[in-house]
Nanobody
Framework: QVQLVESGGGLVQPGGSLRLSCGASTSIFSPNVMAWYRQAPGKQRAQVAVIIRDGHTNYADSVKGRFTISRDNAKNTVYLQMNSLKYEDTAVYYC?????????????WGQGTQVTVSS
C-alpha cells in the first residue's frame, strides 16, 4: 500500500523558514499533479500550492511570493520552501499526489505534518 511520507514540519518564529518534503513509501508511477494543502484548526483544508509534471505552478494568494513548490521527478518527491512565515501559516500541511492523465490512475494523501509559527 502506497503511503506519502512528509517531513520538515516544526516550530518556527515569525519571519523564519521551513522546507517540507513529501515522497512515496514505495515505487510509484510518476504523478501528474503534486500539491500541498493545509488545514488550520476550525478551518477547511485548502490548497496552498500545486505543481504539474511540466513544471507549471500555482499558489494560493496568501502565500504568493513567500512559498515555493518544486518537484524532483526522478525521486517522485515534492518540496515546499516556506519563507517569511506568519502566525497565520500555522496549520497541518498535507501533500497530495494525483495521476489522472495516464493509467494507472491514483490519488494519494500524506498523513500531515504540523507547522507552528510562534514567538
Amino acid at each position: 500500500q502506497v503511503q506519502l511520507v512528509e517531513s520538515g514540519g516544526g516550530l518556527v518564529q515569525p519571519g523564519g523558514s521551513l522546507r517540507l518534503s513529501c515522497g512515496a513509501s514505495t515505487s510509484i508511477f510518476s504523478p501528474n499533479v503534486m500539491a500541498w494543502y493545509r488545514q488550520a484548526p476550525g478551518k477547511q483544508r485548502a490548497q496552498v500550492a500545486v505543481i504539474i509534471r511540466d513544471g507549471h505552478t500555482n499558489y494560493a494568494d496568501s502565500v504568493k511570493g513567500r512559498f515555493t513548490i518544486s518537484r524532483d521527478n526522478a525521486k517522485n518527491t515534492v518540496y515546499l520552501q516556506m519563507n517569511s512565515l506568519k502566525y497565520e501559516d500555522t496549520a497541518v500541511y498535507y501533500c497530495r499526489f494525483q495521476r489522472g492523465d495516464m493509467l494507472p490512475s491514483y490519488d494519494y494523501w500524506g498523513q500531515g505534518t504540523q507547522v507552528t509559527v510562534s514567538s
